[in-house]
Antibody, heavy 121, light 110 residues
Framework: QVHLQESGPGLVKPSETLSLSCAVS?????????WGWIRQPPGKGLEWIGG???????YYNPSLKSRVSISGDTSTSHFSLNLMSVTAADTAVYYC??????????????WGQGTLVTVSS | EIVLTQSPGTLSLSPGERATLSCRAS???????LGWYQQKPGLPPRLLIY???SRATGIPDRFSGSGSGTDFTLTISRLEPEDFAVYFC???????????FGPGTKVEIK
C-alpha cells in the first residue's frame, strides 16, 4: 500500500520560505509515477502547485512558478517543496500526492493526510 | 487556461436518492482528461473517477462518470450515508502541463 506523509513547520513568517517534505513508503519515487503538491486554503478549493517525475523533471503551476521549487531524493524516498516569499495568501493545508498517468491524463491517486501551514508574524 | 465550474454549489438530498453533479469546462477538455474526487471534512480528497468515466480502484459502482468535451457529470445512483461530502472535478491540460480543479459541490443531507 502506498503511503505518503507530509512534514515541516506549521508556522512560517511573511516573506520567508515555506519548506515541506513528503515521505513515501510502499512505492519507490523512481518507479515511474509523478509526485506532486496540492494546497487547500481553509474552507476553500484545491490548487495544484507542481510535480516531479521519476527522472527528476519538474512541472509547476504557472501562477506559482516564479516562487516554487520541487525536488526529489530517491535514496530516502522523499520529495520536497519550497515556496519562497510567502504571504498570508499562502496559508493552506498542503498535501503531497502520487500522480497517476491514465490514458494520457494525470490524476492524484494516493494522498498524504495534509499539513496546515499558517503564514503569520 | 481551462477553467472548471461546478453546479450546483450545494445539493440537498436524502439517503437513497440519486445525485447528479455537473462540471463544465471553459474549453474542451483534451481526450476527456477529467477526474472526480470526494472529500470529507479533515481528510484528503479521494479519487473516484478518471478519464471521465473509469472508476478508480475500490470505488463502488453506484458512482459513475459521463460526459465529453466541455460537459461532464458525476452520478451517485443511490446515496449512502457515507456519500455526503464535497465533490471536486479535475482536468489535465498538456500545453503547458497544468492540473486544475473545479470549486466543488457539497452534497448535504436534506
Amino acid at each position: 500500500q502506498v503511503h505518503l506523509q507530509e512534514s515541516g513547520p506549521g508556522l512560517v513568517k511573511p516573506s520567508e520560505t515555506l519548506s515541506l517534505s513528503c515521505a513515501v513508503s510502499g512505492y519507490s519515487i523512481s518507479g515511474g509515477y509523478y509526485w506532486g503538491w496540492i494546497r487547500q486554503p481553509p474552507g476553500k478549493g484545491l490548487e495544484w502547485i507542481g510535480g516531479i517525475n521519476h527522472s527528476g523533471s519538474t512541472y509547476y503551476n504557472p501562477s506559482l512558478k516564479s516562487r516554487v521549487s520541487i525536488s526529489g531524493d530517491t535514496s530516502t524516498s522523499h520529495f520536497s517543496l519550497n515556496l519562497m516569499s510567502v504571504t498570508a495568501a499562502d496559508t493552506a493545508v498542503y498535501y503531497c500526492a502520487r500522480i497517476m498517468p491514465a490514458g494520457g491524463g494525470y490524476y492524484f491517486d494516493y494522498w498524504g493526510q495534509g499539513t496546515l501551514v499558517t503564514v503569520s508574524s | 487556461e481551462i477553467v472548471l465550474t461546478q453546479s450546483p454549489g450545494t445539493l440537498s438530498l436524502s439517503p437513497g436518492e440519486r445525485a447528479t453533479l455537473s462540471c463544465r469546462a471553459s474549453q474542451s477538455v483534451s481526450s476527456n482528461y477529467l477526474g472526480w474526487y470526494q472529500q470529507k471534512p479533515g481528510l484528503p480528497p479521494r479519487l473516484l473517477i478518471y478519464g471521465a468515466s473509469s472508476r478508480a480502484t475500490g470505488i463502488p459502482d453506484r458512482f459513475s462518470g459521463s460526459g465529453s468535451g466541455t460537459d461532464f457529470t458525476l452520478t451517485i445512483s443511490r446515496l449512502e450515508p457515507e456519500d455526503f461530502a464535497v465533490y471536486f472535478c479535475q482536468q489535465f491540460d498538456s500545453s503547458p502541463p497544468l492540473l486544475t480543479f473545479g470549486p466543488g459541490t457539497k452534497v448535504e443531507i436534506k
